[in-house]
C-alpha cells in the first residue's frame, strides 16, 4: 500500500486523492510546435498529405511557449509533460545545433521558473527525416543513434527535468505504422515490425542505463504505453477469451516483459476499451462504440471503468502516472463528464491500493492529430488556428476546480451522467466559491 494514501474520510464534500499527486496537461513537440522541418513526418506530410492535413505551424507552441505554460499555471496545474524534437537537435547526422539545445533549456527553465514539475519525454513518435531514410527504428544502428543523441542532450537538460519518459507508445507506432498503414514507412514487412519492436526494447533498455549510470542519484525513468482495456462480450466463449488474452499480452505486457527491470515507473495513456465478440481472436473487427455509451468525436468510447480496470491490472510496486488521457470533442459538456468520470474511477483504483502519483490530461491545447490533422479537438483550451489565439474551455476550469481541491468536490460529481451545460456546472460552482466564469 502507498505510503501518501489519503486517509479513509466519510465527508460527502470531495473525493480525495493523495497528497502531492501530479495534476497536469501532457503534449509533444511535432504535435504543438510547428515547422519540424527536418523530422520524417514533415516530409511524409507535403508528399502524402493535403494541405490542411500538414502540421505546418501547428500551435506555433515554440515561439509561443511562455504563454501557454502560464495558462497552464493559471489553471493550477504543478506538472507538465511534453516532447523534445530530436531532428531539431540533430538535423543531420553527427551535426548537432546548439541554438536549438539553448531553446530547450529555454523552454524547461520557464517551466521550472512555474514551479512545474517536469515530464519530459525523448521521443514520441518523431524522427529525423536522415535517420528515417537510414531505415527508421527497423535499423538496428537507430538504437546508436538514439543513445547517442540522448547522451548530448541529456546532461544538457538534466537539471529541469524530473522525470524522463524515453519512449511514447512503442505500440502504437508499430500498429499505426505496420497494421493500420496510416503512418509514415508503412508498407513495411511483419518482419520489419519485429525488428521495430526488438530496437525500440533496446533503446529503452539503454537510455534506461544511461541515464541511472550519468545520474545515479537520479530522477525516475519509464515509458507512456498505451494500455487498452480489453473485454469480451461472450463470457463463455472460448474463442473471446482467448482474444482477450492474447491482446492483453501483446498490447500491455510484452513490451515490459521485454524491458523487466529497467522501468521505474508505469506510464499510462489510456484511451480504449475493447470487446471481443464471440469468433473473433485477435482481428480488429472490434466494436468500439456501442449505441449504449458516449463517444468522443472520434467514436472513441467513454468507458471510465476501463481506467480502474488497467490501473488494478497493471498495478505493480512501483508508481503510476497516468501520462495521457483525454477525449476529442468539440461538445465541452462531454468532457466534462469525461474528466469528472474517469478521475472518480482514478480515485476508485487508489482506494483499492493501486499506487497512482499523477494524472496528464490529453491535452493542454488542442493540437495536430497525426495523420488526421487539426480537426480532433482535444484541449483544455481551445487553439483559433487562424490567428493562433488561445481560449480557455469550461473544462479547463472544472480541471483547475479539481485541481484546487486535490480531488473532485461534490458538488461536480453529481453531474456526472446528467446532460447539463457546461457552463451551467461552473456558474454553478464558481457562485459556490466566489469567482467569476473567465475566459472562452
Ligand atoms: C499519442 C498522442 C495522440 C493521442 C490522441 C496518444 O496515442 O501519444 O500523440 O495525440 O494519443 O490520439
Given at each position: 500500500m502507498p505510503d501518501n494514501l489519503p486517509s479513509e474520510h466519510h465527508d460527502h464534500e470531495t473525493l480525495k486523492f493523495p497528497e502531492g499527486f501530479l495534476w497536469g496537461a501532457a503534449t509533444s513537440a511535432h504535435q504543438v510546435e510547428g515547422n519540424n522541418i527536418n523530422s520524417d513526418w514533415w516530409d511524409w506530410e507535403m508528399k502524402n498529405q493535403p494541405p490542411e492535413k500538414r502540421s505546418g505551424a501547428a500551435c506555433d507552441q515554440y515561439r509561443l511557449f511562455e504563454q501557454d505554460f502560464d495558462l497552464a499555471k493559471s489553471l493550477n496545474h504543478n506538472a507538465h509533460r511534453l516532447s523534445i524534437e530530436w531532428s531539431r537537435i540533430e538535423p543531420r547526422e553527427g551535426e548537432f545545433d546548439e541554438a536549438e539545445i539553448k531553446h530547450y533549456v529555454k523552454v524547461l527553465k520557464y517551466l521550472k521558473s512555474l514551479n512545474l514539475t517536469v515530464m519530459l519525454t525523448l521521443w514520441h513518435f518523431t524522427l529525423p527525416k536522415w535517420v528515417a531514410d537510414k531505415g527508421g527504428w527497423e535499423n538496428g544502428a537507430t538504437?546508436?543513434?538514439?543513445?547517442?543523441?540522448?547522451?548530448?542532450?541529456?546532461?544538457?537538460?538534466?537539471?529541469?527535468?524530473?522525470l524522463w519518459v524515453t519512449l511514447n507508445e512503442p505500440g502504437v507506432y508499430i500498429y499505426e505504422t505496420y497494421i493500420a498503414k496510416s503512418w509514415p514507412h508503412s508498407n513495411k514487412s511483419w518482419f520489419g515490425q519485429i525488428k521495430t519492436f526488438l530496437n525500440l526494447t533496446s533503446a529503452h533498455r539503454k537510455v534506461y542505463k544511461?541515464?541511472?549510470?550519468?545520474?545515479?542519484?537520479?530522477?525516475?525513468?519509464?515509458?507512456?504505453?498505451?494500455?487498452?482495456?480489453?473485454?469480451?462480450?461472450?463470457?463463455?466463449?472460448?474463442?473471446?477469451?482467448?482474444?482477450?488474452?492474447l491482446n492483453d499480452l501483446f498490447v500491455n505486457h510484452l513490451f515490459y516483459i521485454f524491458t523487466k527491470g529497467t522501468h521505474d515507473f508505469l506510464g499510462i495513456n489510456y484511451y480504449f476499451h475493447v470487446r471481443f465478440k464471440d469468433k473473433n481472436w485477435i482481428s480488429q473487427r472490434i466494436d468500439m462504440a456501442p449505441q449504449t455509451h458516449d463517444v468522443s468525436d472520434l467514436g472513441w468510447e467513454i468507458y471510465p471503468e476501463g481506467i480502474f480496470d488497467v490501473l488494478t491490472d497493471l498495478a505493480d510496486d512501483i508508481p503510476i502516472y497516468i501520462t495521457e488521457c483525454g477525449i476529442a470533442s468539440t461538445n465541452d459538456d462531454r468532457r466534462n463528464r469525461f474528466l469528472i468520470s474517469y478521475l472518480q474511477e482514478v480515485a476508485r483504483a487508489v482506494r483499492t491500493g493501486v499506487n497512482v502519483r499523477g494524472f496528464f490530461y490529453w491535452s493542454l491545447i488542442d493540437n495536430f492529430e497525426w495523420h488526421l490533422g487539426f480537426e480532433p479537438r482535444f484541449g483544455l483550451v481551445e487553439v483559433d488556428y487562424s490567428n493562433q489565439s488561445r481560449h480557455i474551455r469550461p473544462s479547463a476550469l472544472v480541471y483547475a476546480d479539481i485541481i484546487q481541491h486535490n480531488g473532485i468536490?461534490?458538488?461536480?460529481?453529481?453531474?456526472?451522467?446528467?446532460?447539463?451545460?457546461?457552463?451551467?456546472?461552473?456558474?454553478?460552482?464558481?457562485?459556490?466559491?466566489?469567482?467569476?466564469?473567465?475566459?472562452g
Open positions: 538504437v546508436k543513434y538514439f543513445e547517442r543523441f540522448v547522451k548530448k542532450i541529456a546532461p544538457e537538460i538534466a537539471e529541469y527535468v524530473d544511461f541515464l541511472h549510470y550519468l545520474f545515479p542519484a537520479g530522477k525516475p525513468v519509464g515509458i507512456a504505453n498505451n494500455i487498452l482495456s480489453f473485454e469480451s462480450y461472450h463470457k463463455h466463449s472460448l474463442s473471446a477469451q482467448i482474444a482477450v488474452f468536490p461534490h458538488s461536480l460529481l453529481r453531474f456526472i451522467g446528467h446532460t447539463v451545460q457546461a457552463e451551467e456546472v461552473l456558474e454553478k460552482r464558481y457562485k459556490e466559491i466566489g469567482k467569476e466564469l473567465e475566459g
